[in-house]
């Protein structure tokens, strides 16, 4: 069983940046593929970035550009930097573990882009 712990959510103005972290157990986090989801009011959860084990990266069409995936295995630790927010990134963020054949979420983190 894996273990995600997000943190780092909040309220920031548009035009403002938020870092969100997500913490893992376990002693294989390295081999994990990890993402970044979003869930806003009446929407479905969908992905926001991902990293697999060897570093590569992919991102919705929506925060190409602003929103940055890293991880730092020696921490166990998954990062989402996001900059230039917008009040559409608006949701709920989770943190996703995935190794096959599973599949782990953190409880998630709101993240409120308000003036």
């Known amino acids: 069983q894996v273990q995600l712990v997000e943190s780092g959510g909040g309220l920031v103005q548009p035009g403002g940046s938020l870092r969100l972290s997500c913490a893992a157990s376990?002693?294989?986090?390295?081999?994990?593929?990890m993402g970044w989801y979003r869930q806003a009011p009446g929407k479905q959860r969908e992905l926001v970035a991902v990293i697999t084990s060897g570093g590569g990266t992919s991102y919705a069409d929506s925060v190409k550009g602003r929103f940055t995936i890293s991880r730092d295995n020696g921490k166990n630790t998954v990062y989402l930097q996001m900059n230039s927010l917008k009040p559409e990134d608006t949701a709920v963020y989770y943190c996703?573990?995935?190794?096959?054949?599973?599949?782990?979420w953190g409880q998630g983190t709101q993240v409120t882009v308000s003036s």
């Open positions: 996703n573990a995935q190794i096959a054949p599973n599949n782990y």
């Open positions: 376990g002693s294989i986090f390295r081999l994990y593929v």
